[in-house]
């Protein structure tokens, strides 16, 4: 019997409790699953790629058929790389649909091979992005159940560190310099 393999590609910065929704569901339909996190220079990101492989990792760990990878360049040469069949996409709402479209299309254009699959997470979480999420968190407001437990608490380490750097308080640790550049410029 063939065997559907499928990537599941974003930023995951940081990754949600509408993400793991996602990849449960996708677990379910393809025999196996790669989240691949993008790594993208150009972005300034709050989690290094390694820290949201980690988080990935240990949120799909319980998943047999479901394992984490990052890739750079484009999405549909990496799903040939690693012989995918299918690209999964989630779509929330309707605003999500023109550029999820676009996005499917051009992938269509450049490898007519793979398809893409859209699938809806709960509607609970219809509302919910990385970047709420890191606007949330960052401003003090409770991210509770909309990330998984570990996520949060790497969230609250981040706005901590910066909490230090920019109160201009002597910190005991060595913080990573990502966050406090980030910090520094959001004046946190
Ligand atoms: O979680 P995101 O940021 O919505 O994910 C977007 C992602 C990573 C799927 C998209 O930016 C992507 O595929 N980037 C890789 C480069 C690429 O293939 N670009 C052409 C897409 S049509």
Do not use: C, W
Not at 29 to 43: M, Q, S, T, Y
């Amino acid at each position: 019997m063939k065997r559907i393999k499928a990537i599941y590609p974003g930023s995951f910065d940081p990754p949600t409790n509408g993400h793991l929704d996602l990849i449960e569901r996708g677990s379910k339909i393809f025999d196996e699953l790669v989240v691949a996190i993008l790594r993208n220079p150009e972005k300034d990101p709050l989690f290094s790629v390694a820290d949201r492989r980690k988080m990935l990792e240990s949120m799909t760990s319980s998943f047999e058929n479901v394992s984490v990878d990052t890739f750079d360049g484009l999405t549909v040469d990496y799903a040939l790389r690693v012989g995918a069949q299918a690209i999964l996409r989630g779509i929330r709402a309707i605003s999500d649909y023109e550029y999820e479209l676009q996005m499917a299309l051009m992938n269509r254009k450049l490898q007519p091979a793979l398809e893409t699959v859209f699938m809806m997470p709960a509607e609970k979480y219809s509302y919910l992005s990385s970047r709420l999420v890191r606007e949330v968190a960052q401003l003090g407001g409770s991210i509770e159940r909309l990330v998984p437990d570990l996520v949060e608490q790497k969230l609250r380490e981040k706005i901590d560190v910066a909490h230090k750097f920019t109160n201009g308080k002597p910190h005991a640790g060595k913080a990573p310099s990502e966050a406090k550049s980030r910090f520094r410029k959001k004046r946190l």
